[in-house]
């Protein structure tokens, strides 16, 4: 038996391992959704139920509004993600092709605002919204979060790959910059774009601090906000939480499971050229 096989199957062996300990929670939140109340307050913990019970997922709808959380997140996070789109590509476009004064340092300064941390624009969001009376509102959950630098750079990274000749060969046929953006690079841009989506979409869905900031209504809370809401101080039924937690996390699974290829194939292929 030669060395590389055995190499090879030690390698998939550490990487089950590695595969098994990072999908231990996921499995875990995923068998504790199926217990009963005495099972999940056993210790220590049990990881596989005694049976399939059901009516953990009907109680979590009993309990909070669990539909209205899930539609308020597609809302915000489905808004966030086509308004990024938009203004990202639309920024892209104009650092990659467009020659105007300064455009370097333009574009340096739009990239360095990727170090500044959420938290110190928070409260400055926050006071804006307020005082735009967009507490508990839509707008207040999605306008702060339209534009993206990281976005406008993966989109420019990849723009600067398109074919030069074909963007050239636009122009000699009279094309201008919003037919060539819309009719040529946009089509072209399908992985960056898919990407872009993918990553913005699940960004957003999985935000916590901005909407625990500024909604008070139940009706405005997304899911996020609606796992905590499946607590209480006086006793918590863990497997009714995780039958909650189960409910909130399997719309975002079902988009990261369709959009992973795109998702890798967009960064690495972004991060190709300079």
């Avoid at 489905?78 to 990659?96: D, E, P, V």
């Avoid at 946009?186 to 935000?207: E, H, M, R």
Wanted: aromatic share 12%.
């Amino acid at each position: 038996m030669s060395i590389r096989p055995v190499n090879q199957t030690i390698l998939y062996i550490l990487l089950g391992i590695a595969a098994l300990i990072i999908l231990f929670p996921l499995l875990f939140t995923m068998s504790s959704a199926f217990m009963s109340s005495a099972e999940s307050a056993t210790y220590p913990p049990r990881l596989l139920p005694s049976g399939l019970h059901w009516d953990n997922f009907l109680q979590v709808v009993d309990t909070v509004p669990v539909i209205r959380f899930i539609t308020n997140s597609f809302v915000v996070s489905g808004s966030i993600m086509l308004g990024q789109l938009i203004t990202a590509s639309m920024a892209a476009y104009a650092f990659a092709f467009l020659r105007f004064p300064g455009k370097a340092l333009i574009f340096s300064l739009f990239l360095s605002t990727m170090m500044i941390p959420w938290e110190v624009t928070m409260i400055p969001n926050y006071l804006t919204v307020r005082s735009w009376h967009w507490l508990d509102s839509y707008q207040g959950l999605i306008v702060p979060f339209l534009a993206s630098a990281f976005g406008t750079f993966l989109l420019r990274q990849y723009f600067l790959q398109l074919p030069k000749e074909l963007l050239e060969a636009a122009k000699i046929d009279g094309c201008g910059h919003l037919r060539i953006f819309a009719q040529l690079v946009l089509p072209l841009s399908g992985p960056s774009l898919a990407t872009l989506a993918v990553y913005s979409f699940l960004t957003n869905w999985s935000n916590y601090l901005w909407p625990l900031l500024i909604t008070n209504k139940e009706s405005m809370r997304t899911v996020q906000i609606g796992i905590g809401m499946l607590q209480f101080e006086e006793v918590t039924a863990w497997n009714v939480v995780m039958a909650g937690i189960v409910m909130m996390l399997l719309p975002s699974l079902l988009l990261l499971i369709v959009g992973l290829k795109p998702l890798v194939r967009g960064i690495t292929a972004g991060a190709l050229k300079g």
